[in-house]
Each structure stands twice: as C-alpha cells, then as structure tokens.
C-alpha cells in the first residue's frame, strides 16, 4: 500500500499500538477526531509492551513486571488473532470496542472484557482462546508488526508510534504525543498540526515535561 496516499486519495496515518495502554489509548482517540478535521485515514498496528520490555523484566518495578507478565499479553494477542484470521480492517473496530471497556469503562484488560470486546463487533467468541497460549500461534506475525513500528523510532520509546508520509514520501515517525484528555475539535487539529511541524524538523527528538494528571477518559 502507498506510503504517501490511501486508495481514497487520504494521507494514510499508520499507528502502532498496545490495546494495555491508556495513554495510546487517549493518543488514539485524539487521532480519530483529527480524521474528522484533516485530510487522513488511520491504519492500525499492533506493537506490544510485553514484547519491548521482555529483555529487561528485572529492571522493572515489580508492579509493572507483573502487568506485563500477567495482563498484557491476553489482549494482545486475541486481536493479533482477529487480525490473522479476519484481517486488518478489524483491527479500528476491536480496538475502540476493547479500549472503551478496558479503559473507558473500567472493566480491565479482563477475559470477560475481551470476550465482551468481541462480541461488540460481532467477531467469533473462539478468538478468547488465544488469550492464553504459551505457544502462541501469531506469535511471528505480532512480533513483525511490533519491529515495523518500534524500527520506525527506536528502542527508546513505547505506545503508540505513529508514522506520517514527510515531504519526500518518506515516512516520518514518532512516539506520542501523550496527552490527556484527548483534544477534540480544532484543538485536536491545531495539536496535530504542531506535532507534524516538529517532528518534521531533521534532528528533532523530544519535547517533554512531567506529567501532573493520569489519564482522564471523562470525554471519551
């Protein structure tokens, strides 16, 4: 598929994320309203925080290792799944039904949450059974789409990554932004305005200050 423009003639938006993640999950539904207002079509990928951390677990504090090593793989994997199985364009619908339960409404990244997730889109209740294989049958494919993405920025960061078409037809990528909430509106617009202009800059890398808040879902 075109880097520089989607068959609807769109300036394609591709974004990487890990279903466990609030603050993807608030950068994603950011991305949406800037589909209302700008000229872009998101397409959906799957990078994993089990997967980026796994090599350095014992660095972790302990609370964090055992998300990861307990929660995080469960939903990751039963999307990978339904993407496998039923391919990409499932992808958009199963992370707003998944995140809205897992994070909006509170539920966690539970079984039930999941299950519940896909019966929301009408997908098929036996994709809950991958939530739990060690040996994982998508395991290449969801550690491709996690290297496309993490590649595009580098070990350094986590979820989301988001890729645009630079001037060039290149891709530009970056981590982020992180925000809470999420702009809605010519907010969410003006913010994605700015954050191509920076990140376009050749030899950009980071704005940053300490975050004061968790995130807050109250407008989603």
């Known amino acids: 598929m075109s880097k520089t423009a989607t068959p609807s003639g769109k300036t394609p938006v591709d974004f990487w994320f890990d279903p466990l993640c609030p603050w993807a999950w608030m950068t994603?539904?950011?991305?949406?309203?800037?589909?209302?207002?700008r000229d872009i079509e998101v397409r959906w990928h799957l990078m994993s925080?089990?997967?980026?951390?796994?090599?350095?677990?014992?660095?972790?504090?302990?609370?964090?290792?055992?998300?990861?090593?307990?929660?995080?793989?469960p939903p990751v994997r039963v999307v990978t799944a339904?993407?496998?199985?039923?391919?990409?364009?499932?992808?958009?619908?199963?992370?707003?039904?998944?995140?809205?339960?897992?994070?909006?409404?509170?539920?966690?990244?539970?079984?039930?949450?999941?299950?519940g997730?896909?019966?929301?889109?009408?997908?098929?209740?036996?994709?809950?059974?991958h939530a739990g294989q060690d040996d994982f049958e998508f395991d290449a494919e969801l550690r491709a789409s996690h290297k496309e993405?993490?590649?595009?920025?580098?070990?350094?960061v986590g979820t989301?990554?988001?890729?645009?078409?630079?001037?060039?037809?290149?891709?530009?990528?970056?981590?982020?932004?992180?925000?809470?909430?999420?702009p809605q509106g010519e907010e969410a617009a003006r913010l994605w305005d700015g954050t191509l202009?920076?990140?376009s800059v050749p030899g950009f890398y980071e704005i940053k200050r300490s975050r004061t808040k968790g995130p807050d879902f109250s407008n989603l």
């Open 49 to 73: 925080l089990a997967v980026l951390n796994e090599d350095r677990l014992d660095e972790l504090p302990e609370e964090y290792r055992e998300l990861l090593e307990t929660k995080a793989w």
């Open 117 to 129: 997730a896909l019966a929301d889109v009408g997908l098929p209740a036996d994709l809950i059974d």
């Open 197 to 199: 202009a920076v990140a």
């Open 28 to 37: 994603s539904r950011w991305v949406l309203e800037v589909e209302k207002v």
């Open 149 to 156: 993405g993490i590649e595009k920025v580098g070990q350094d």
């Open 160 to 182: 989301p990554v988001i890729a645009v078409p630079g001037p060039d037809g290149e891709q530009i990528a970056f981590f982020g932004p992180v925000v809470t909430p999420a």
């Open 82 to 115: 339904a993407w496998q199985k039923h391919g990409a364009d499932v992808l958009g619908p199963l992370y707003t039904a998944l995140g809205t339960r897992i994070h909006n409404n509170g539920e966690g990244p539970t079984l039930e949450a999941i299950a």
